[in-house]
């Protein structure tokens, strides 16, 4: 509902204009968007509010604020508790076609089925997700290489099993999280790297919840 009124505001605001007044704004407001747009694809992450006044061509930092009131009740950005932009759905949705067989062949029809952002798919909690990428090959059995970039998330209470990361003995790792008892160890998932049992300390940082690789 708050959302409602605040567009409601905004469109009343402009009601009286006249038509090529209206048809002006609405093309300045469109390419307002597709700046913050062009900045999130070129940089990959969303402008602050003196870029967006740079780029928008604003005298002040309060017509920046106001521009981003009205696209957050649109629901073209959203923002975290600290008031940074985030992105949403609008910034980058792909088809999602069906499925596709991984036994044996199989006749298939593309078919839209929905849309879907990668963020979407991946990250659950995104302020506390953060990506890092991999060094190392401990982890290829697990399907994890050099190379590759994980996210992961922090404040998520590892369960056995779960890929994590690690400071152990006071330095960081990625390995498989074992509990055995009272013992807890990690272990990697290649035959060429021993099982590590912290003899100081063991602090998990994140709990891994995906792994990109770009072919």
């Known amino acids: 509902m708050v959302v409602r009124q605040h567009i409601l505001l905004f469109y009343y605001k402009y009601l009286f204009l006249t038509g090529e007044q209206l048809f002006t704004m609405m ?7 597709k700046q913050i747009i062009k900045f999130y694809c070129q940089k990959h992450t969303m402008p ?3 870029e967006i006044m740079t780029f928008c061509n604003f005298a002040s930092r309060n017509s920046a604020y106001k521009l981003v009131k009205k696209w957050v009740a649109e629901g073209f950005v959203s923002q975290d508790q600290k008031g940074r932009l985030l992105p ?8 999602v076609l069906g499925t596709v067989e991984a036994g044996f062949p199989s006749p298939a029809e593309e078919e839209l089925v929905d849309t879907m952002t990668i963020d979407e798919y991946l990250i659950e909690n995104k ?12 982890m ?5 290489v050099a190379g590759d970039i994980v996210l992961v998330e922090r404040g998520r209470t590892p369960r056995e099993g779960d890929i994590v990361i690690a400071e152990v003995d006071n330095n960081w790792t990625i390995k498989y999280f074992r509990k055995k008892g009272q013992q807890v160890y990690l272990e990697p998932a290649n035959k060429k790297y021993k099982t590590i049992i912290p003899s100081e300390s063991l602090n998990i940082a994140a709990v891994v919840r995906g792994v990109v690789r770009k072919y």
């Open 140 to 144: 290829k059995d697990a399907g994890i």
């Open 88 to 95: 949403t759905g609008l910034f980058g949705n792909i088809k």
């Open 127 to 138: 302020e506390a997700t953060f990506i890092l990428k991999v060094t190392g090959d401990s």
């Open 27 to 33: 093309i300045l407001m469109d390419n307002y968007k």
């Open 48 to 50: 602050s509010y003196t």
